[in-house]
């Protein structure tokens, strides 16, 4: 997969928000707006409080997605936001721009677009 290259070669840090995007399935307002309070490892499943359509979704956790998450817990304490800036705040672009302009401005650098443009969160 070009993308895990890509990830792996130019920012290693950030291959468990990738194997977390790719094992849930989630859209990237839902994964930048995920809280330690609403993981439930126990349970293998993580509830989605505020969906597009405006209703909470329950995702399954498989295994590579609660590798993932173990490997983002060694972060920090387990409060707030699950992925989190690296000054270990809330995600945020530098130039102000919701997290998914940020992803796609991140992977047009890459040489990776988008099919589709991304909405704004």
Do not use: Y
């Amino acid at each position: 997969m070009r993308l895990r290259a890509v990830v792996s070669e130019t920012c290693p840090e950030h291959m468990p928000e990738l194997d977390l995007a790719l094992n849930t399935g989630l859209r990237l307002g839902e994964l930048f707006g995920l809280v330690w309070e609403n993981v439930n490892r126990a349970r293998r499943v993580l509830p989605v409080p505020r969906t597009k359509n405006g209703e909470t979704r329950h995702v399954p956790l498989n295994g590579p997605a609660l590798a993932a998450l173990a490997e983002l817990r060694k972060r920090d304490d387990e409060t707030g936001p699950v992925i989190r800036n690296a000054d270990g705040g809330a995600l945020t672009g530098p130039l102000g721009l919701s997290p998914p302009l940020e992803m796609q401005r991140f992977g047009n650098s890459l040489g990776i677009a988008s099919a589709t443009p991304l909405p704004a969160a």
